[in-house]
Nanobody, 117 residues
């Protein structure tokens, strides 16, 4: 059974940095497109960044230039490096994987990121 576990969330001041990791088990990592999503209180879940099996990355306008998504296939790990964090980046961040062929999708339980002074 595929399991995703996010880590690295926490409390950070505006302008600070955090690195989130998502580790996957029981899946061939290289066959999955991967992404980070977030959901702030009272808001819908939104896409933050995605990374395809071929290495194509795309970002939400609100984070482009501040966040970087990367993957380590042998380690089955997806990483989101977040810099110059803003108050509005506060949310629960979720890792998502989607099989490139079947579109079968899995979600992690989420990790809280709080940006506050």
């Amino acid at each position: 059974q595929v399991q995703l576990v996010e880590s690295g969330g926490g409390l950070v001041q505006p302008g600070g940095s955090l690195t989130l990791s998502c580790t996957a088990s029981a899946m061939p990592f290289m066959f999955y497109n991967m992404g980070w999503y977030r959901q702030a209180p009272g808001k819908q879940r939104e896409l933050v960044a995605i990374l395809s099996t071929g290495g194509y990355a795309n970002y939400a306008d609100s984070v482009r230039g501040r966040f970087t998504i990367s993957r380590d296939n042998p380690e089955n790990t997806l990483v989101l490096q977040m810099t110059r964090l803003k108050l509005e980046d506060t949310a629960i961040y979720y890792c998502n994987v989607e099989h490139y062929k079947t579109s079968r999708s899995f979600w992690g339980p989420g990790t809280q990121v709080t940006v506050s002074s």
